[in-house]
């Protein structure tokens, strides 16, 4: 079964601090690629996605990542990060459903915190 | 658009209890999905729908069932409640699968006692 691997459970940063959470899945076939992000009691919102063309992806608040299909990798970059940051980041890889439908399998979640 | 509601925020329930999580999307979404989140361990799909009247299990269907007789609606019953399923629930919905965005409600926080 497909897995995704998400091997930083908790980051601290300071501002200004540049960023990277790694992310590895399992499944050989075609994938869809997601970062969500969960903002301190807000529901889970769409940070980027890859579906096909250029492996390198911009999402919103200056947010990138990079797919790698050689190594299985969609990790999470951003330059500098803010205060604002501090959320708990999801990776996720889509895979159809027999019903139909597709089903997200997310990692278990990179805690992110930052300080003044 | 309000995107996707779920009612109630919050709710503790007696073991052997029962209730019914809401969830609501005005999107005309023909997708809909029940996750539930434990920590440290990301979220995993309960049921999901393709469309009013067609429900399918996910990974961890058992002690729910779901119905979807509306477009809009997607409640998840709870019949005999157990510690086991103390966790915060997520309902999603997407305009199409295959790998469309899932857009996600703001969660039920339930407790099982």
């Known amino acids: 079964a497909q897995s995704v691997s998400q091997h930083n459970h908790h980051v601290i940063l300071s501002e200004a601090a540049s960023l990277e959470l790694g992310c590895n899945y399992s499944?050989?076939?075609?994938?869809?690629l997601f970062w969500y992000v969960q903002y301190p009691g807000q529901h889970l919102q769409l940070l980027l996605k890859?579906?096909?063309?250029?492996?390198l992806v911009k999402g919103i608040k200056g947010f990138e990542a990079e797919f790698i299909k050689s190594k299985f990798s969609f990790n999470l970059r951003k330059p500098s990060v803010q205060w604002s940051d501090t959320a708990e980041y999801f990776c996720?890889?889509?895979?159809?459903?027999?019903?139909?439908?597709?089903?997200?399998?997310f990692g278990t979640g990179t805690q992110l915190k930052v300080e003044l | 658009n309000a995107g996707v509601t779920q009612t109630p925020k919050f709710r503790i329930l007696k073991i052997g209890q029962s209730m019914t999580l809401q969830c609501t999307q005005d999107?005309?979404?023909?997708?809909m999905y029940w996750y539930r989140q434990d920590p440290g361990m990301g979220l995993k799909l309960i049921y999901y729908?393709?469309?009013?009247?067609?429900?399918d299990k996910g990974e961890v269907p058992n002690g729910y069932n779901v119905s979807r007789s509306t477009t809009e609606d997607f409640p998840l019953r709870l019949e005999l409640a157990a510690p086991s399923q103390t966790s915060v629930y997520f309902c999603?919905?997407?305009?199409?699968?295959?790998?469309?965005?899932?857009?996600f409600g703001p969660g039920t926080r339930l407790l099982v006692l």
């Open positions: 999107m005309n979404h023909n997708y």
């Open positions: 890859y579906f096909s063309g250029d492996p």
């Open positions: 729908s393709v469309g009013a009247g067609i429900t």
């Open positions: 996720a890889v889509n895979v159809g459903l027999t019903g139909g439908g597709n089903k997200l399998t």
């Open positions: 499944y050989g076939g075609t994938v869809n």
């Open positions: 999603a919905s997407s305009y199409y699968g295959g790998g469309e965005t899932q857009y």
